[in-house]
């Protein structure tokens, strides 16, 4: 079985466009108010360190580890491996993930956050597979819509590989 990536399906100049954009916005939207964005480890590692970086308003961060994929299947079953540290309560949440597919994982830590009473909480996700939503959960922020097609780079992974690729790309297994 060979593995095979493609050219970018988003080059590097669209992501960083995009990604200044969002935060753009998220800086309007949090003006003057504390916030505490949560990166949700390890697919979002490279978007959310990007994300803050061009966000000008006051910020604190803090990660969670979560799975739900084994190689490149859902198992709708959310584990989480790190937790939070960060007292949420009463708290601006960001949580900020690398891709919504089903919706189970941030469907899952929306309702787990919410239970700790943070005074407000928005979801932001570089990408979105609107074809694949199982879940109907609220994204607020969304850096690019995408075909139902597994892609890899720019944090995202196929079995742990790829993720330091600078772009996304469509990702292809033969036999
Ligand atoms: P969901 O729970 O089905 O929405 O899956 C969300 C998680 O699955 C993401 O945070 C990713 O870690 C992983 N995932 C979903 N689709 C892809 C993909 O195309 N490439 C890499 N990881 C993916
Ligand atoms: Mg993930």
């Known amino acids: 079985m060979t593995m095979v990536v493609g050219k970018p399906l988003l080059t590097v100049e669209q992501i960083h466009k995009r990604v200044n954009e969002l ?10 108010k504390d916030l505490l964005a949560i990166g949700i480890l390890k697919g979002a590692f490279i ?17 969670l580890i979560a799975s739900s994929y ?10 989480i491996h790190y937790d939070i540290r960060e007292d949420i309560t009463g708290k601006n949440v960001l949580l900020v993930d690398d891709i919504v597919d089903t919706g189970v994982t941030l469907n899952y830590l929306r309702e787990r956050i919410l239970m700790q009473g943070p ?23 969304v850096g690019f ?20 690729l600078p772009y996304i790309s469509v990702f292809k297994k033969r036999t």
């Open 47 to 63: 978007f959310f360190s990007d994300l803050v970086r061009y966000i000008h308003t006051p910020l604190s961060v803090d990660f």
């Open 23 to 32: 935060a753009g916005k998220i800086s309007a939207d949090y003006e003057g």
């Open 145 to 164: 819509e995408i075909p139902n097609e597994f892609v890899v780079g720019y944090g995202l992974d196929y079995d742990n590989k790829f993720r330091n």
């Open 70 to 79: 084994l190689k490149d299947e859902s198992t709708g079953e959310v584990k």
């Open 119 to 141: 005074q407000s909480l928005k979801i932001c996700s570089f990408l979105d597979k609107k074809e694949r939503r199982e879940v109907d959960v609220p994204i607020d922020y």
